[in-house]
């Protein structure tokens, strides 16, 4: 690394400002999972951060990129990795185990390291991209839905389900439901911060809004009220809670009373009809899923201490399909100190944002933003398998980068 105590006042190099450009591309590309290799999780936006972060390693990367708490990430991904690691040589299969360790360090170590430790313009800049790229998708998808396009094949670029719900450029509409729910309290934090005119936060919100109505999504229409609740909460805006409940009380009765007119036919048939008839069976996968966390419970005893290894639930299970709740998945294949690993990772982020510095900009707000996508995740993550898709990452990783800044980027951390 070399050492460069500069201004952030002078010039960028040729090299510094290709590196930006670089992590500017990987975050614009991070809700386009459908740029992607066929045969692997690795997108278009993965390749852009890969260079970023390799052009950042030619002059210096930040030593502590979540400052105090870099220290509790970093154990909390070890014992993460270590829990898969052990149970995939126990159980005489490691070669699935490491491609699932490979795809973790990927997303939870060099990702905070391409995106973090960065000036606040830069990292307001970043958080700006990935509202314009969600946005984009979210246009993308409402486009081909509003022309009556639709799929019933393939698993790239579908935009819309065969069963006329939106998924946009993610391939999945309840992917595309959690991303637009994550990337909320970043967009709202642009909008109180005024680094967004109104009218534009304005757009945005209505635009991923409206989307989010069109995937269907029981789990993300849930977690989407959840971040509202606990943004307005943390930021202590009563007066502004009293007026959006009010207004979104107002927003479901019109929407009850007007509903042929005004829903989709698939959100009243899996979102609607369920709530209003109290019948389950309706809401999507609901019962399957609920299968699935079951046996995981049932199994959970045999592989508390020593997991059955990285990848290996679908061997395992009846029914030949991964646990759709991280916990349980975390827990069955990397044992308890796996799920103690995402929890200290979880807590990382929130001491991050507790012990921010007092001269950081918009310090409540960027607190309120990070611990509400910490929470919403932790939250989402009871219907997700594993989260190492650096997209749903992301959004998480550039609002600790709002908190997290280094006043002198070129300057060796």
Same mark, same amino acid.
């Given at each position: 690394?070399?050492?460069?105590?500069?201004?952030?006042?002078?010039?960028?190099?040729?090299?510094?400002?290709?590196?930006? +450009?670089?992590?500017?591309?990987?975050?614009?590309?991070?809700?386009?999972?459908?740029?992607?290799?066929?045969?692997?999780?690795?997108?278009?936006?993965?390749? %852009? @951060?890969?260079?970023?972060?390799?052009?950042?390693?030619?002059?210096?990367?930040? /030593? +502590?990129?979540?400052?105090?708490?870099?220290?509790?990430?970093?154990?909390?991904?070890?014992?993460?990795?270590?829990?898969?690691?052990?149970?995939? $040589?126990?159980?005489?299969?490691?070669?699935?185990?490491?491609?699932?360790?490979?795809?973790? +360090?990927?997303?939870?170590?060099?990702?905070?390291?391409?995106?973090?430790?960065?000036?606040?313009?830069?990292?307001?800049?970043?958080? /700006?991209?990935?509202?314009?790229?969600?946005?984009?998708?979210?246009?993308?998808?409402?486009?081909?839905?509003?022309?009556?396009?639709?799929?019933?094949?393939?698993?790239? %670029?579908?935009?819309?389900? =065969?069963?006329?719900?939106?998924?946009?450029?993610?391939?999945?509409?309840?992917?595309?439901?959690?991303?637009?729910?994550?990337?909320?309290?970043?967009?709202?934090?642009?909008?109180?911060?005024?680094?967004?005119?109104?009218?534009?936060?304005?757009?945005?919100?209505?635009?991923?809004? $409206?989307?989010?109505?069109?995937?269907?999504?029981?789990?993300?229409?849930?977690?989407?009220?959840?971040?509202?609740?606990?943004?307005?909460?943390?930021?202590? /805006?009563?007066?502004?809670?009293?007026?959006?409940?009010?207004?979104? !009380?107002?927003?479901?009765?019109?929407?009850? #009373?007007?509903?042929?007119?005004?829903?989709?036919?698939?959100?009243? #048939?899996?979102?609607?009809?369920?709530?209003?008839?109290?019948?389950?069976?309706?809401?999507?996968?609901?019962?399957?899923?609920?299968?699935?966390?079951?046996?995981?419970?049932?199994?959970?005893?045999?592989?508390?201490?020593?997991?059955?290894?990285?990848?290996?639930?679908?061997?395992?299970?009846?029914?030949?399909?991964?646990?759709?709740?991280?916990?349980?998945?975390?827990?069955?294949?990397?044992? @308890?100190?796996?799920?103690? =690993?995402?929890?200290?990772?979880?807590?990382?982020?929130?001491?991050?944002?507790?012990?921010?510095?007092?001269?950081?900009?918009?310090?409540?707000?960027?607190?309120?933003?990070?611990?509400?996508?910490?929470? !919403?995740?932790?939250?989402?993550?009871?219907?997700?398998?594993?989260?190492?898709?650096?997209? $749903?990452?992301?959004?998480?990783?550039?609002?600790?980068?709002?908190?997290?800044?280094?006043?002198?980027?070129?300057?060796?951390?």
């Amino acid at each position: 690394m070399t050492k460069g105590a500069l201004s952030l006042n002078r010039p960028k190099t040729s090299l510094e400002q290709a590196e930006l +450009f670089c992590a500017v591309l990987g975050v614009l590309f991070s809700t386009f999972i459908s740029f992607r290799a066929p045969f692997i999780l690795f997108t278009a936006s993965d390749f %852009f @951060l890969t260079v970023s972060l390799m052009l950042r390693c030619t002059r210096s990367i930040p /030593k +502590f990129p979540i400052h105090s708490a870099t220290s509790m990430w970093m154990l909390g991904v070890g014992m993460v990795v270590a829990g898969l690691l052990i149970g995939g $040589i126990a159980h005489g299969n490691p070669e699935n185990a490491f491609v699932v360790i490979v795809q973790y +360090f990927f997303s939870l170590v060099l990702l905070p390291l391409a995106i973090l430790g960065r000036p606040y313009k830069e990292a307001v800049l970043l958080a /700006k991209v990935g509202v314009v790229s969600i946005g984009l998708n979210c246009l993308i998808g409402m486009i081909a839905y509003a022309v009556g396009y639709s799929t019933k094949e393939g698993r790239q %670029f579908i935009l819309v389900s =065969g069963n006329r719900r939106v998924t946009g450029l993610v391939d999945n509409p309840n992917g595309l439901a959690g991303l637009i729910v994550l990337w909320f309290p970043i967009l709202w934090y642009l909008g109180l911060a005024r680094a967004f005119r109104p009218a534009v936060f304005l757009g945005f919100f209505a635009l991923t809004f $409206i989307t989010l109505i069109f995937t269907s999504s029981n789990s993300s229409l849930a977690g989407a009220f959840i971040c509202a609740l606990i943004y307005l909460l943390l930021l202590g /805006k009563f007066k502004v809670f009293l007026i959006w409940t009010t207004a979104i !009380t107002c927003i479901v009765a019109i929407g009850l #009373r007007w509903a042929e007119l005004i829903l989709p036919p698939t959100f009243r #048939r899996r979102v609607l009809t369920p709530i209003l008839e109290g019948d389950l069976q309706e809401a999507g996968t609901f019962d399957d899923r609920a299968d699935l966390m079951v046996e995981a419970w049932r199994l959970l005893p045999d592989y508390m201490l020593i997991g059955m290894g990285g990848g290996r639930y679908r061997e395992v299970s009846a029914d030949n399909i991964s646990v759709h709740n991280l916990y349980l998945l975390l827990a069955n294949e990397g044992s @308890l100190m796996a799920l103690f =690993g995402l929890a200290l990772i979880f807590l990382a982020a929130i001491v991050s944002a507790l012990l921010v510095k007092s001269d950081t900009p918009h310090k409540a707000l960027g607190r309120a933003t990070v611990i509400t996508i910490t929470l !919403t995740f932790a939250a989402l993550a009871m219907n997700f398998t594993h989260v190492y898709q650096r997209g $749903i990452l992301v959004p998480w990783i550039v609002s600790i980068g709002l908190l997290s800044v280094h006043r002198m980027a070129h300057s060796r951390q």
